[in-house]
């Protein structure tokens, strides 16, 4: 009596299993389907940098400060504009008294205005620029000035009008300092919060949903993080202390509920991988990341317009980046997707059939 063996898994087999593959994806809860894209530039681009900071306003992505390397601060310092619709830069003239060169700041957009803190040599100024008349704004604030600090975290809260920093250092000193700067009088507070929070740290992120403040990664001088916590009404909670890869000088920017979280350095290396945590069940989400990427990077500089995520330079070691990138949510995934992702999942199937574009497409997806 012959053995009953089953037919070899062809691609050609892929199409007939495809339903059943997903009615399976809807008995659990789908994963989030991401696509990098590399944006074709027109114009002068910024010099290569990192420690820069990137917001946006009005279709438009303003770039500012960093370092070309260890020592040295761009000669182009000054804000670089980027066109989305026209994929093109600019660096316009911009009036007013420019601030102090720097890097590692924190940049806060706040209805039409961008607000500037910090930074390398542990400033403690803020500067406004303002995107529509392309002026610097020197503002005198009220209240006592912080501590100068570089490598904090900074997001605004509008339920409350303000500003929040937390964290940051500077020459091996760490800080977990919650810090507030209200809009609407200018002035500084040091918030009285029962602090069992997240501990010292720099290079970390925040991010703001829905009136909440998360919080993840950094670096305290010892360790890479990975704990994401929550501020909510002057509390703090711990969300999870796993989920994601340790890492410090990454980015995270909001799109809808979720937090995407990309790149940074772990201790080791360089990180060139996507996380995305779910702010509503507050836990981390299975993401599929189609497209080649950019290079494994940190102190890069990231935002968002609309739902889309820009990524600009950063270092990757010796090299320093000047590319421009996004990252958008698929919200309704192609068939192609579906059917790639099905075979990335059965590394039995043969891909000698499938033409080499498509198996350079498969090697760059992320799960």
């Known amino acids: 009596m012959s053995k009953i063996t089953s037919p070899p898994m062809t691609v050609s087999r892929v199409l007939s299993r495809i339903g059943s593959f997903t009615l399976r994806r809807s008995r659990v809860r789908d994963p989030i389907y991401l696509q990098w894209e590399k944006i074709e530039t027109f114009g002068e681009a910024p010099t290569a940098r990192f420690g820069h900071s990137m917001t946006s306003y009005d279709g438009r992505l303003f770039v500012f400060g960093g370092f070309t390397d260890e020592e040295e601060v761009p000669e182009d310092l000054q804000v670089f504009i980027f066109n989305i619709a026209e994929c093109e830069w600019s660096q316009p003239t911009i009036e007013g008294i420019p601030p102090e060169n720097r890097g590692f700041h924190s940049a806060t957009t706040i209805g039409d205005k961008i607000w500037i803190f910090g930074g390398n040599a542990q400033q403690n100024d803020v500067v406004i620029f303002d995107p529509i008349n392309l002026e610097w704004i020197h503002p005198k604030l009220n209240g006592n000035y912080p501590t100068g600090r570089q490598e904090h975290a900074a997001q605004y809260h509008p339920p409350t009008s303000t500003i929040y920093f937390f964290g940051g250092g500077g020459s091996s000193v760490f800080l977990n300092d919650m810090l507030r700067l209200r809009i609407k009088d200018q002035r500084w507070e040091i918030p009285q919060i029962p602090f069992s929070g997240p501990k010292e ?13 998360f919080i993840f990664g950094g670096f305290d001088g010892k360790a890479w993080k990975r704990d994401m916590w929550r501020y909510d009404a002057g509390e703090w909670i711990m969300c999870s202390s796993d989920g994601s890869k340790k890492r410090a000088a990454h980015s995270a920017v909001r799109i809808d509920k979720k937090i995407i979280i990309y790149g940074g350095f772990n201790g080791k290396k360089k990180l060139s991988d996507v996380s995305v945590f779910d702010t509503e069940r507050s836990q981390w989400m299975s993401s599929i990341v189609m497209g080649k990427g950019p290079e494994a990077r940190s102190y890069h500089a990231a935002c968002h317009s609309g739902n889309t995520m820009y990524v600009f330079g950063g270092s990757l070691g010796q090299e320093k980046m000047n590319d421009l990138y996004r990252v958008d949510v698929v919200t ?10 099905f075979i990335r999942r059965h590394p039995d199937l043969n891909l000698k059939v499938l033409p080499q574009d498509l198996v350079s497409e498969l090697k760059n997806i992320q799960m």
């Open 332 to 341: 309704c995934p192609s068939l192609k997707n579906l059917c790639m992702v």
């Open 201 to 213: 740290r720099c290079s970390h992120t925040m991010t703001e949903v829905d009136g909440k403040l």
